[in-house]
């Protein structure tokens, strides 16, 4: 009886591991299909839906990037309100009139009052204090209206937003299967109506070309457990994200290849700059075979490699001072 019941526990907990082990590698490609990275400091705002992910990304789970570091910024009052400058009145000159008056008086040994010289002096500095706080105002003011119509052409520019994507894409780029030629194959009228689409970048068909050359290059070195090769392709944030993954898949023994890397659809969800530091998000839909085998004796756990799978995510990268594009962010579709 107690052999019986032994057996029985060892094969719940058998199963209870597999099970795990299967649900921990089920969706095992880079991210785990989860959402990590930062995206600056728009790490915590949605991207705007694009026709490959129309429906909203994921928010990020994951990020070294504080959640309320762009909410509350030292020196700046809650709530977008900003401190008024504080602004002096008639009285106000008057008081610091009569006030460096009477230090004067006491200067030179008259006593407080001592340097209004009577009543007639009083009025007098009474007179000359006006005069100079009229002429102060007058002055202001005159500076003001001079600053109000640059003011307004200077907004009326920066409202009008980023202008149409530019053209992207050659007569010689085929039809299907790179990320720029996808979008340069639209016609102009198309990408210029495209709904709420910000490219601060102006990013083109080199960069589009990075961006699918990055995707095929991430997933052959995860699948390889090529470390090094994460780490230039990615940010530091991210890539210890992924040789985090990398690390538990070692410690169950078990082995994840992404391959077969197809790119089906994919356009750009927005593009800006912070400083120096650019960003672009794109929204890509691929086809994939995904399997995780046993390492030690390749024994299939999870996935067909047989078996062509989909996914849609998005994925921001970033480059500093006009330099090489590096993985920033992965968010599912």
């Given at each position: 009886m107690m052999n019986?019941?032994?057996?029985r526990g060892r094969a719940v907990i058998a199963l209870a591991a597999a099970l795990t082990l299967a649900g921990s590698?089920?969706?095992?490609?880079?991210?785990?299909g989860g959402s990590f990275g930062s995206r600056g400091g728009r790490t915590f705002d949605a991207p705007p839906a694009t026709r490959t992910a129309p429906t909203p990304a994921s928010p990020i789970e994951r990020s070294q990037i504080p959640q309320n570091q762009f909410q509350n910024r030292p020196g700046v009052p809650p709530g977008g309100t900003f401190a008024q400058p504080r602004r002096f009145g008639f009285g106000t000159w008057l008081f610091a009139g009569l006030l460096g008056a009477g230090l004067l008086g006491m200067l030179f040994g008259n006593g407080f009052f001592g340097g209004l010289a009577g009543l007639a002096s009083f009025f007098g500095l009474l007179i000359q204090v006006g005069l100079l706080a009229l002429l102060a105002v007058w002055v202001v003011r005159w500076f003001r209206?001079?600053?109000?119509?640059?003011?307004?052409?200077?907004?009326?520019?920066?409202?009008?937003?980023?202008?149409?994507?530019?053209?992207?894409?050659?007569?010689?780029r085929p039809a299907g299967g790179a990320l720029g030629a996808m979008l340069g194959s639209r016609?102009?009228?198309?990408?210029?109506?495209?709904?709420?689409?910000r490219d601060e970048v102006a990013i083109g068909e080199a960069d589009y070309t990075a961006f699918e050359r990055t995707l095929h290059e991430v997933q052959a070195a995860y699948s390889r457990g090529d470390v090094a090769a994460l780490w230039s392709l990615a940010t530091p944030e991210m890539a210890g994200y992924i040789q985090e993954e990398l690390n538990e898949n070692a410690a169950q023994g078990v082995v994840n290849t992404v391959a077969n890397v197809r790119l089906l659809q994919g356009d750009l969800a927005e593009a800006w700059r912070e400083g120096e530091t650019e960003y672009a998000t794109v929204a890509m839909r691929f086809a994939h075979t995904d399997v995780t085998t046993e390492k030690a004796?390749?024994?299939?756990?999870?996935?067909?490699?047989?078996?062509v799978v989909e996914?849609?995510?998005?994925?921001?990268?970033?480059r500093d001072r006009g330099g090489a594009w590096t993985l920033s962010a992965i968010q599912q579709g």
């Open positions: 019986l019941s032994s057996r590698v089920a969706e095992a490609r880079v991210g785990r209206r001079r600053e109000q119509p640059a003011a307004a052409q200077a907004y009326g520019r920066a409202s009008t937003g980023p202008g149409p994507m530019p053209p992207m894409g050659g007569a010689g016609p102009a009228a198309t990408r210029a109506a495209r709904p709420g689409v004796t390749g024994r299939v756990v999870s996935g067909d490699p047989t078996k996914a849609t995510e998005l994925w921001t990268f970033r």
